[in-house]
T-cell receptor, first 117, second 112 residues
Framework: DTAVSQTPKYLVTQMGNDKSIKCEQN?????MYWYKQDSKKFLKIMFS???????INETVPNRFSPKSPDKAHLNLHINSLELGDSAVYFC????????????????FGPGTRLTVT | RKEVEQDPGPFNVPEGATVAFNCTYSNSASQSFFWYRQDCRKEPKLLMS???SGNEDGRFTAQLNRASQYISLLIRDSKLSDSATYLCVVKISSGSARQLTFGSGTQLTVLP
């Protein structure tokens, strides 16, 4: 039933480790995103994929690597985790409505709360 | 200057009050505008789109002033369940990329 799901919901790990967060959407959308929300609640886009093709790649360290095996999945792999990576990571998806190109909604997953110690 | 700026609040209002949030955006190429709502420790969810002529959805009224690059959200007859963070969001499209830029949010607490 869940539209956009992420695993794990909570992730606590030590500095220097490598971790992955998985995201899946069952809405049939063509575009998926990763956002980072820091402790000040500022939500910032990291990556966007459209039909498995990377279309938005904001300035993030190259320790972050998204992977989209198909258009329903967008995973985020993080190498050499640092304290500053601690945040909530949200996956989202969207589909541009063909009849109204100025109206569309992004559906967010429940978030993954990453804590790096 | 941030691309989307909001008063962070917090706004603490009694039940039944009317409260208004403002937002300004810096990119004049912004095409579409939205208000999202984010409950504590939850994901953001679309509250309403904002249309040029202004629009209303029940107790919620959104307005857009493109000349001033200003968006507002008015909540009438506040309910306890309206307590949340309200995110002002603008959309810019470039090719196949449709990017939302979020404000940092305005926190609202409705008090009994």
């Amino acid at each position: 039933d869940t539209a956009v799901s992420q695993t794990p919901k909570y992730l606590v790990t030590q500095m220097g480790n490598d971790k992955s967060i998985k995201c899946e959407q069952n809405l049939g959308h063509d575009t998926m995103y990763w956002y980072k929300q820091d402790s000040k609640k500022f939500l910032k886009i990291m990556f966007s994929y459209n039909n498995k093709e990377l279309i938005i790649n904001e300035t993030v360290p190259n320790r972050f690597s998204p992977k989209s095996p198909d258009k329903a999945h967008l995973n985020l792999h993080i190498n050499s985790l640092e304290l500053g990576d601690s945040a909530v990571y949200f996956c989202a998806s969207s589909q541009l409505l063909s009849y109204d190109r100025n109206h569309y909604e992004q559906y967010f997953g429940p978030g993954t709360r990453l804590t790096v110690t | 200057r941030k691309e989307v700026e909001q008063d962070p609040g917090p706004f603490n209002v009694p039940e039944g009050a009317t409260v208004a949030f403002n937002c300004t955006y810096s990119n004049s190429a912004s095409q579409s505008f939205f208000w999202y709502r984010q409950d504590c420790r939850k994901e953001p969810k679309l509250l309403m789109s904002v249309y040029s002529s202004g629009n209303e959805d029940g107790r919620f009224t959104a307005q857009l002033n493109r000349a001033s690059q200003y968006i507002s959200l008015l909540i009438r007859d506040s309910k306890l369940s309206d307590s949340a963070t309200y995110l002002c969001v603008v959309k810019i499209s470039s090719g196949s990329a449709r990017q939302l830029t979020f404000g940092s949010g305005t926190q609202l607490t409705v008090l009994p």
